[in-house]
């Protein structure tokens, strides 16, 4: 990993947030009263005012739905952007999600980060649109288990609470060069 330094030539101002895994648990997601993941207040406190946050969601609700959840579980005041598949017709791992995360935060990739917990979706997604990353490890894959592995430079952590320093360890460090798209049906035939 290439590191520069602490806010030097790769700073990072934006922290992209997937919703579902990442800030509030799966199996009680807006059914119950509060479904934030242990620590999500908190650790979106102590990043308030050190960066801008998005959320960057695979959801079948709209910005508007996600936004009454977000104000009804306490934690709405933290997102400057909030990006939902349901309203742009895309969903992650296509790189335009990610660019559109970034972009609504006013960013560009170089100054942004994405978290989430879904190796393929969120992480290699991210990773293959330029963005650093942090990979929220919810579920702990037995040794056995077929494991995704992950992009290099990918900080790791298994609480929420965890995430500042992590994000600490990425300042300063090189994002990855974003990937080609792949080519269309059009440009196979040329």
């Known amino acids: 990993m290439s590191r520069v330094s602490d806010r030097g030539v790769w700073p990072l ?17 807006f059914a119950s009263p509060d479904p934030l993941r242990p620590g999500v207040r908190e650790t979106l406190d102590s990043l308030d005012g050190r960066y801008r946050l998005g959320l960057l969601s695979n959801s079948s609700r709209t910005r508007s739905e996600l936004a009454e959840y977000l104000d009804e579980w306490g934690i709405s005041s933290y997102f400057r952007a909030i990006i939902s598949s349901a309203d742009l017709g895309l969903s992650k791992p296509d790189p335009r999600m990610f660019e559109a995360g970034w972009t609504s935060l006013g960013l560009d990739r170089l100054r942004a980060a994405m978290v989430g917990d879904h190796p393929d979706v969120d992480i290699w997604g991210a990773h293959r649109a330029g963005l650093r990353t942090v990979y929220l490890e919810t579920i702990p894959v037995p040794a056995r288990a077929k494991r995704i592995p992950l992009p290099e430079g990918c900080v790791t952590i298994r609480r929420f609470p965890d995430l500042p320093a992590a994000l600490r360890r990425l300042e300063g460090t090189a994002p990855p060069p974003p990937e080609p798209p792949e080519p269309g049906p059009e440009e196979d035939n040329a």
């Open 13 to 29: 101002e934006g922290v992209l947030l997937d919703l579902g895994g990442t800030l509030i648990d799966e199996t009680r997601a």
